[in-house]
C-alpha cells in the first residue's frame, strides 16, 4: 500500500472513531433524559 492510500484509510478510521463516538453520547443523553424524566414522574 502507498503511502496516499495509508493516508487515506487513516483519514477514515479517524472519521469512523468520531462517528461511533458521537453517536455513543448521542445513546447515553437519550437515556439520560429519559432516566429523568422517569424520575420525575415517579416524584408525582
Given at each position: 500500500?502507498?503511502?496516499?492510500?495509508?493516508?487515506?484509510?487513516?483519514?477514515?478510521?479517524?472519521?469512523?472513531?468520531?462517528?461511533?463516538?458521537?453517536?455513543?453520547?448521542?445513546?447515553?443523553?437519550?437515556?439520560y433524559?429519559?432516566?429523568?424524566?422517569?424520575?420525575?414522574?415517579?416524584?408525582?
Amino acid at each position: 500500500m502507498n503511502s496516499a492510500g495509508s493516508i487515506k484509510f487513516l483519514y477514515a478510521a479517524y472519521i469512523a472513531t468520531w462517528l461511533i463516538h458521537a453517536l455513543y453520547i448521542g445513546s447515553l443523553v437519550r437515556r439520560y433524559s429519559r432516566l429523568r424524566r422517569q424520575m420525575k414522574d415517579l416524584g408525582k
